[in-house]
């Protein structure tokens, strides 16, 4: 597969710059400059697509036998140092528009989901200030119903535009969805997310503001927002929080390599000096072996690994 790909990929490139344009195809991308943790070795080709590219990259991969994976703004993910092979599409800027009408907003998967809930705030709209600072785009959200402060992506959304492993655009209702903690369909069925559309309801400018700085407030004084992090590392286990486990482990400030349990929040792996993704996933083990020999309690990565390691 390993030569293959490296045969062809000039061939690839081209083809890819002929549908995106060359400034949008980088080759040999570090992934650290697209991730939250700042790790990450290289992608063979990172392309930035627009919506309607997508179905004809996909075309070229599967036509190539190239892998390909799909990743947002990168806040929910730990790459390997061994980078990514084959063709990484990064959803951004390029699929990032934001409609409203009413109380329903239409946005891109590439939309940060802080820039739609403060056009969402400014519109007046109320029901989305617990997003407003999860540092995710709106695909990566819905893929794996992000959520914070007591909301979750499931109470807004309405529907959502995919692209199926087969080149067909299917839009999906937030019931076919089948939403739960940190759960949609969407991985398991290969889907891609397009776009979604999200229904709030008439608010107060002045309360909705008060809610969001009040939650702004509470992530500044208890998360560790100075470091690259990539949020809460741990899924909640039923009945406990992972930062509480974490810390009465005694594993607050943990390290190893160049990462570190917070000492701020122990819920937060941080890359506190120079971490290597190899750095994380070995501390990500390590606190979940000691939490589980001390407390009998499954430690599940909410951090999803990709690539290489």
Same mark, same amino acid.
């Given at each position: 597969?390993?030569?293959?790909?490296?045969?062809?990929?000039?061939?690839?490139?081209?083809?890819?710059?002929?549908?995106?344009?060359? @400034?949008?195809?980088?080759? #040999?991308?570090?992934?650290?400059?697209?991730?939250?943790? #700042?790790?990450?070795?290289? $992608?063979?080709?990172?392309?930035?697509?627009?919506?309607?590219?997508?179905?004809? =990259? !996909?075309?070229?991969?599967?036509?190539?036998?190239?892998?390909?994976?799909?990743?947002?703004?990168?806040?929910?993910?730990?790459?390997?140092?061994?980078?990514?092979?084959?063709?990484?599409?990064?959803?951004?800027?390029?699929?990032?528009?934001?409609?409203?009408?009413?109380?329903? =907003?239409?946005?891109?998967?590439?939309?940060?989901?802080? +820039?739609?809930?403060?056009?969402? $705030?400014?519109?007046?709209?109320?029901?989305?200030?617990?997003? +407003?600072?999860?540092?995710?785009?709106?695909?990566?959200?819905?893929?794996?119903? $992000?959520?914070? *402060?007591?909301?979750?992506?499931?109470?807004?959304?309405?529907?959502?535009?995919?692209?199926?492993?087969?080149?067909?655009?299917?839009?999906?209702?937030?019931?076919?969805?089948?939403?739960?903690?940190?759960?949609?369909?969407?991985?398991?069925?290969? *889907?891609?997310? =397009?776009?979604?559309?999200?229904? !709030?309801?008439?608010?107060? @400018?002045?309360?909705?503001?008060?809610?969001?700085?009040?939650?702004?407030?509470?992530?500044?004084?208890?998360?560790?927002?100075?470091?690259?992090?990539?949020?809460?590392?741990?899924?909640?286990?039923?009945?406990?929080? @992972?930062?509480?486990?974490?810390?009465?482990?005694?594993?607050?400030?943990?390290?190893?390599?160049?990462?570190?349990?917070?000492?701020?929040?122990?819920?937060?792996?941080?890359?506190?000096?120079? $971490?290597?993704?190899?750095?994380?996933?070995?501390?990500?083990?390590?606190?979940?072996?000691?939490?589980?020999?001390?407390?009998?309690?499954?430690?599940?990565?909410?951090?999803?690994?990709?690539?290489?390691?």
């Amino acid at each position: 597969m390993h030569n293959r790909v490296e045969q062809n990929m000039k061939q690839i490139y081209e083809t890819l710059c002929g549908i995106c344009g060359a @400034a949008h195809v980088l080759v #040999r991308e570090p992934m650290s400059r697209h991730t939250t943790f #700042r790790t990450g070795g290289p $992608a063979d080709l990172l392309v930035q697509p627009e919506a309607e590219q997508i179905a004809p =990259i !996909l075309e070229v991969c599967r036509n190539e036998e190239i892998p390909w994976t799909v990743i947002g703004n990168g806040s929910n993910l730990l790459v390997g140092d061994g980078g990514i092979r084959g063709v990484v599409l990064e959803i951004g800027k390029q699929m990032s528009d934001v409609v409203i009408e009413g109380t329903v =907003i239409t946005a891109g998967a590439g939309a940060m989901l802080s +820039s739609i809930a403060s056009r969402a $705030a400014a519109a007046e709209l109320t029901g989305m200030e617990f997003a +407003s600072g999860i540092p995710g785009s709106l695909g990566g959200a819905v893929v794996m119903n $992000a959520g914070a *402060y007591g909301g979750e992506m499931k109470d807004i959304l309405q529907k959502v535009t995919v692209l199926t492993p087969d080149g067909t655009v299917q839009t999906l209702s937030v019931k076919e969805l089948e939403l739960s903690y940190r759960h949609s369909i969407i991985p398991e069925k290969g *889907y891609l997310v =397009i776009s979604a559309v999200l229904k !709030l309801q008439a608010g107060n @400018a002045d309360e909705i503001q008060s809610i969001m700085d009040d939650l702004k407030e509470k992530r500044v004084s208890k998360q560790p927002l100075e470091y690259p992090s990539a949020g809460s590392t741990f899924k909640r286990p039923e009945g406990y929080f @992972a930062g509480k486990l974490i810390q009465d482990a005694g594993l607050r400030g943990f390290r190893v390599g160049g990462a570190q349990v917070s000492e701020k929040h122990c819920g937060f792996i941080i890359n506190r000096d120079q $971490a290597t993704s190899t750095d994380i996933c070995q501390l990500m083990q390590q606190v979940s072996e000691i939490v589980y020999e001390k407390f009998g309690v499954r430690l599940e990565p909410e951090v999803k690994k990709i690539g290489e390691f």
